[in-house]
């Protein structure tokens, strides 16, 4: 008898251990991370900085990772180029890669002005972007842990997009744009048969977020350029943008930029629960306007070095220069906590935390 009543005391102690195992377990794998890189491929092997990622990624199967473009450079002086197949970029894309082995999540690249080779000649620069898509896309094919190896490099085929991908059970709804098509296209740049999409694109964005807001979704726009950011040389006015086209195209103060991100705003505050992320200027910032969440994550592996003379005004800014690093979204239930992982990776500080309206 008391040898009965003993083993069915450890019995519903075990029982009670394995629930609260269990629970603790779903609890936490319901959190859904989203890590967002810019600017990582000017590395040839993975850093400290990747090295975190690796870590922080393969802790969190449930979740994301989306490289914001510059995805890799080609240092030759004064030519600012991207992917051409050769030894040395095909390193600086399997350095990124290689972060992948064994992880279980999503994995996702987007194209940055690098990626387009920063020519104003849009079949050339198309070439090479469609160039590293491959490569990316067939390198991938042979990753068989990661939830989606097929897709990865959004917008597909040099197109506008914006590509579309829901994650974490359709509760998050990810839009992809290619911003340096964007400004091609402004530039009059493209071939005249896709000029039509100037027309549909921006019409095709809004009526997208539409849908997510029906369904009541958390928006996230991800591309590579950024619509809010602070740096004086990226933010001045563009003086002569005739002259030097392929360089000045990607500044803020350029006149095909300021309307690009005008247009995008524009849509943007239009809805609700929107975060639009970015890399491109070669630091780590937050903007929190309200409506919108603005997310500059563009310091994988390079960094703007400066001081910081202009202090965020309130504690809706957030900026960090001189050090590597990513973001990462975390959606728990009906908050989306905003981390930042800064000096490699090595340190993080929670930014903001977005409660669900």
Request: charged letters at 20%.
């Amino acid at each position: 008898m008391l040898r009965d009543f003993l083993f069915l005391k450890m019995l519903k102690t075990f029982s009670f251990l394995l629930f609260f195992f269990i629970a603790f377990h779903c609890s936490a794998q319901s959190n859904f991370k989203l890590f967002l890189v810019g600017d990582a491929g000017d590395d040839d092997l993975a850093g400290e900085t990747l090295d975190s990622l690796k870590a922080n990624i393969n802790r969190s199967s449930n979740s994301a990772l989306i490289f914001l473009g510059d995805n890799c450079y080609r240092n030759i002086p004064l030519q600012y180029r991207g992917f051409d197949s050769s030894r040395i970029t095909q390193k600086r894309i399997l350095a990124q890669l290689s972060i992948l082995k064994n992880y279980k999540g999503a994995a996702y690249f987007v194209p940055g002005n690098h990626d387009w080779w920063n020519t104003t000649n849009f079949n050339k620069g198309k070439h090479h972007l469609q160039m590293e898509e491959s490569f990316i896309e067939k390198n991938l094919a042979l990753n068989k842990t990661i939830s989606d190896n097929e897709n990865v490099f959004l917008p597909q085929h040099g197109s506008p997009g914006p590509g579309i991908v829901e994650l974490d059970d359709h509760k998050i709804c990810v839009l992809f744009i290619d911003t340096n098509w964007l400004l091609l296209l402004d530039e009059k740049r493209t071939p005249n048969n896709i000029k039509q999409f100037e027309k549909t694109f921006y019409h095709q964005l809004d009526s997208v977020m539409t849908t997510a807001d029906i369904k009541l979704q958390q928006i996230v726009v991800v591309a590579h350029h950024p619509i809010k950011a602070h740096y004086n040389l990226f933010n001045r006015k563009v003086k002569h943008p005739k002259i030097f086209t392929r360089i000045k195209m990607s500044l803020m103060g350029y006149p095909s930029y300021q309307k690009m991100a005008t247009q995008l705003q524009t849509i943007f505050e239009k809805h609700s629960r929107v975060i639009f992320a970015s890399g491109h200027v070669h630091a780590l910032q937050y903007y929190n306007t309200g409506n919108v969440q603005y997310i500059v994550s563009g310091s994988g592996s390079k960094t703007i070095h400066k001081k910081e003379t202009n202090p965020p005004s309130n504690t809706h800014e957030y900026r960090i220069w001189n050090e590597e690093g990513f973001f990462v979204l975390n959606f728990e239930n009906k908050k989306t906590e905003v981390q930042l992982f800064h000096n490699r990776g090595l340190k993080n500080t929670v930014v903001d935390i977005l409660e669900a309206k």
